[in-house]
């Protein structure tokens, strides 16, 4: 088991590096044309699926097939910024979370386009961290959360369908980011929030541990480490990415 998770942190440098790659090179001919004239593209926090990328730009999520091609704007329609894009299981929705009157919601949109969708009117932020198996949007909020008020208060984990009128939360204390196995019995995520987002060899008192909780009796099986900051899990069949 330990092995599987160490190989995971190399295997998901290989990946980051070769989405990196893969988003350069779909736009590349983009690129080319405007390289003299043009800044840089900034885009962020991407999601796949079978067929196409999600990503974050100038405040709206946008989609481009995989194999390479011309990207298209899929939100924009509401105010507020939108970010944390996340296909379904099954490709056709994006989740996302929309930021109108600084109070962040989750929305789902058809993936080919349309109206979307507001999932939660609650006045604590809510921000999407993926999906349940059987098609149940993941997000974390401070709603129900322990110390929920204070700085870094913890937040917990909820899920809500498209049709459903309230969320239902994970039974867990606290969790920051999460992402659940193909069979929806287990749940990799953070106990604690991480101190910073950028200090990769950061090694002070603040480092994240992942942990994984069978949701069938509360129990922790918590991943091997070195006081190293671990965080955006991501479970592809059985095993856990980092």
């Not at 091609?69 to 509401?78: E, P």
């Not at 749940?187 to 069938?216: D, F, S, V």
Request: with cysteine.
């Amino acid at each position: 088991m330990s092995r599987q998770f160490v190989a995971a942190r190399e295997v998901v440098r290989l990946c980051r590096a070769g989405l990196v790659a893969a988003t350069l090179a779909m736009f590349a001919e983009a690129g080319a044309a405007h390289a003299q004239t043009s800044a840089p593209y900034l885009f962020h926090n991407p999601g796949l699926s079978a067929t196409q990328i999600c990503f974050t730009f100038a405040g709206n999520i946008w989609l481009a097939p995989r194999a390479g091609g011309v990207a298209h704007r899929l939100t924009g329609s509401i105010p507020g910024g939108d970010d944390d894009c996340a296909f379904s299981p099954d490709g056709r929705w994006v989740a996302y979370t929309n930021a109108d009157n600084n109070n962040p919601d989750v929305y789902v949109i058809v993936a080919s386009g349309g109206t979307p969708k507001r999932l939660t009117w609650h006045p604590d932020p809510d921000v999407v961290r993926g999906w349940t198996p059987d098609g149940k949007v993941l997000f974390e909020s401070p709603r129900l959360g322990i110390a929920r008020h204070a700085e870094n208060g913890a937040p917990r984990l909820f899920e809500q369908g498209g049709d459903d009128v309230m969320a239902t939360v994970i039974d867990l204390p606290g969790a920051w980011e999460g992402s659940f196995s193909p069979d929806g019995k287990r749940l990799a995520y953070l106990p604690y929030p991480t101190a910073n987002e950028a200090w990769k060899r950061y090694r002070g008192g603040r480092t994240t541990p992942i942990w994984i909780a069978n949701l069938a009796d509360a129990s922790i099986e918590k991943l091997p480490r070195h006081n190293s900051t671990d965080q955006a899990p991501m479970w592809v069949a059985d095993t856990v990415f980092f």
